[in-house]
């Protein structure tokens, strides 16, 4: 079963930083790239960042660059965003999700970690 | 302010056929693929269309979608009331080199 499954949310204050863990199963996962996408409370969907299967390619929303890191450990299916200098802004669901071959579309979605950035 | 500009709400009676626009610009959807996914109350965003039109299986074929010049358009025929829940657009930026959604719409299936 294709399945990805996120973990390290939670409390940080402002300036804190995080680091959050998404392990997939049921695919070979260096073949695919990965993208992580937020959620603020009670708003749509935000694209936040994108690596490719071999960590050739990295992009990051501009929100975000500076301060979040996206990185991947093909060898333990793992995928990763390191998150510093935290804002209340990223406050959000944070989801990963896998980003089909064949041109445009995430296809595997995890459940979701909670990131709240409050002091 | 979301990069592709869908409508906030749409609606319509169940049994019947509803569309969701999408507008971009050439930098994002006029010249890359485009994709729709559902996202149900408390859960995460699930894929509909990918490529423009094309369906993941176990999608059903009362999902379709269409592109022309720098707008797509998801369609929902036959609608259920379990279709009620917000919907995206979503492609890649070009220019900015970054993903972009639309900021979303509700339908509500009365």
């Known amino acids: 079963e294709l399945q990805l499954v996120e973990s390290g949310g939670g409390l940080v204050k402002p300036g804190g930083s995080l680091r959050l863990s998404c392990a997939a199963s049921g695919f070979t996962f260096s073949g695919f790239s990965m993208s992580w996408v937020r959620q603020a409370p009670g708003k749509g969907l935000e694209w936040v960042s994108f690596i490719s299967g071999r960590s050739t390619y990295i992009y990051y929303a501009d929100s975000v660059k500076g301060r979040l890191t996206i990185s991947r450990d093909n060898a333990e299916n793992s995928l990763f965003l390191q998150m510093n200098s935290l804002r209340a802004d990223d406050t959000a669901v944070y989801y990963c999700?896998?980003?089909?071959?064949?041109?445009?579309?995430?296809?595997?979605w995890g459940q979701g970690t909670t990131v709240t950035v409050s002091s | 302010q979301s990069v592709l500009t869908q409508p906030p709400s749409v609606s319509a009676a169940p049994g019947q056929k509803v569309t969701i626009s999408c507008s971009g610009s050439?930098?994002?959807?006029?010249?890359?693929?485009v994709s729709w996914y559902q996202q149900l109350p408390g859960t995460a965003p699930q894929l509909l269309i990918y490529?423009?039109?094309q369906r993941p299986s176990g999608i059903p074929d009362r999902f379709s979608g269409s592109k022309s010049g720098t707008s797509a358009t998801l369609g929902i025929a036959g609608l259920q009331t379990g279709d009620e829940a917000d919907y995206y657009c979503?492609?890649?930026?070009?220019?900015?080199?970054?993903?972009?959604f639309g900021g979303g719409t509700k339908l509500t299936v009365l």
């Open positions: 490529d423009d039109y």
């Open positions: 999700a896998r980003v089909l071959n064949t041109g445009n579309g995430m296809d595997v």
């Open positions: 979503g492609t890649w930026d070009t220019s900015l080199s970054a993903g972009v």
């Open positions: 050439s930098s994002n959807i006029g010249n890359n693929f």
